[in-house]
């Protein structure tokens, strides 16, 4: 996959060097388990803390199946 370069709002998560779309969605997941912002009751449901904000269009919580639709917003 082509390395796709992060917004700064993106970046600040998962690092400012380009990289493949694959990769952006890795480390957001591991940015998400390492800060225990999945639901406890519902696992789909993702709370933004104040770096996820910013990517998640100012949202405080969404589906995981969303999140990839946000996240593409801030890929070029």
């Known amino acids: 996959m ?3 370069t992060p917004s700064t709002a993106l970046a600040a998560i998962v690092g400012t060097k380009p990289l493949p779309r694959t990769e952006v969605v890795k480390k ?4 998400i388990k390492k800060n225990n ?3 406890t009751k519902n696992r789909r449901t993702i709370h933004a803390d104040s770096k996820l904000k910013p990517v998640f269009g100012g949202k405080g919580s969404l589906n995981m199946f969303e999140m990839t639709k946000y996240v593409s917003k801030h890929l070029s």
């Open 37 to 39: 912002l999945q639901d």
């Open 28 to 31: 957001l997941w591991q940015y």
């Open 2 to 4: 082509k390395p796709l």
